[in-house]
């Protein structure tokens, strides 16, 4: 525990760190008395909201109790999902961080160890979730430029037989990964290499829809070399929340278990389950137009000749050079660009349902002006 000048201590360094760098005092909502108007909200496909027509059919859906499994809607959310990619059961969860945190605790026990990326979500962005609630080890491998790993890696790290060791349980993949559709047979590869000494597998397909359109994928073909997949309903689908685990049906009986365990037992959720049907319906072949523009938009930043410029899928990596950083990202908020900037490194920048075609045309406007 912290005592009082401890406390006093910690706020004055922190305030000496954000004035070291004018540009990290940039909150992602412009917190700095701008009194631009918002042209547009970059810092990811997350922000997207319900349209009129989702929120009809939210209104609209029928509901019952989904902790006795009465809901109908959420029933038929579960029974879709799995049918489109192939496997045997769904189950409708609050959000991808439990979905995942769910499928890692329904193939591990104590003490066995996940085989994953080093910079993937699951690793790096979970909160630790699968230590601290389950005793899960993790052993983290370097991610290849391609968004995948390597086979060999995979091999090399499953453990021997030994009481020395961790259990070698699971291999646990991310698509997309920063924006990158990491290619079919790079997955496959992976998880052939893991199938082979006796593990199982677990997508992270937070984006899976992008992958799939982006690599001209079968969703089916796509989800078959793992055991679960896990597939977020509110980022560039545009639900409000919600994500769905899906898998073998001995599996996903017990994750429906750990779901009430954890707390992501829901009773009429119905209403939330009707706008992840409604995206399946309406917002994933449209998921192209967002990879489009982020290709424009990388374009337009490579010819105003502001720094490094990365993109795929819907998104746009931006390392500007270091002597015009502040500069530039003063011109994109006080022109209405809401982003995440760093004190250093990339921005990134996604591209999503509720950026319109004028909002972009007045985007590409900016960069031209940058």
């Given at each position: 525990m912290y005592d009082k000048d401890d406390c006093e201590s910690r706020r004055s360094y922190i305030r ?355």
């Amino acid at each position: 525990m912290y005592d009082k000048d401890d406390c006093e201590s910690r706020r004055s360094y922190i305030r000496r760190r954000l004035r070291k760098s004018k540009v990290s005092q940039y909150s992602a909502t412009q917190d700095r008395n701008n009194t631009a108007p918002s042209l547009v909200d970059l810092r990811s496909d997350t922000v997207t909201r319900p349209d009129p027509a989702m929120r009809a059919a939210m209104a609209a859906a029928e509901v019952g109790d989904d902790v006795y499994g009465e809901d109908p809607t959420v029933t038929r959310l579960e029974a879709v999902l799995a049918e489109r990619l192939g496997k045997d059961a769904g189950l409708f969860l609050p959000s991808g961080t439990q979905s995942n945190l769910i499928a890692l605790l329904s193939h591990c026990g104590r003490g066995e160890e996940v085989i994953t990326g080093r910079d993937y979500h699951i690793f790096k962005y979970e909160a630790g979730g699968a230590s601290v609630l389950g005793g899960c080890m993790f052993d983290p491998l370097t991610v290849a430029p391609d968004g995948g790993l390597e086979a060999e890696d995979v091999a090399a790290a499953i453990k021997e037989d030994d009481p020395h060791h961790p259990v070698s349980r699971l291999l646990s993949l991310e698509n997309t990964h920063n924006g990158k559709a990491v290619p079919l047979p790079r997955c496959t590869a992976a998880t052939e290499a893991a199938r082979q000494a006796g593990l199982s597998t677990h997508l992270d397909g937070a984006r899976f829809f992008n992958a799939s359109i982006a690599l001209q994928c079968g969703e089916q073909a796509l989800a078959a070399p793992f055991d679960t997949v896990s597939i977020c309903l509110s980022k560039g689908l545009g639900a409000p929340v919600g994500s769905v685990l899906v898998g073998e049906a001995d599996l996903l009986a017990k994750a429906r278990r750990l779901r009430k365990m954890l707390g992501g037992g829901m009773r009429q959720a119905g209403v939330l389950a009707a706008a992840g049907l409604y995206a399946l319906d309406h917002n994933v072949s449209r998921l192209a137009e967002d990879h489009m523009r982020a290709q424009t938009l990388a374009e337009a930043l490579t010819r105003a000749g502001v720094g490094d410029v990365a993109f795929g899928t819907n998104m746009i990596f931006w390392t500007p050079m270091e002597d015009t950083r502040s500069e530039l990202v003063n011109r994109l908020l006080d022109a209405g660009v809401t982003l995440n900037v760093p004190a250093t490194g990339p921005i990134r920048m996604v591209l999503h349902k509720d950026v319109t075609e004028s909002d972009f045309e007045a985007l590409l406007q900016v960069i031209q002006g940058v």
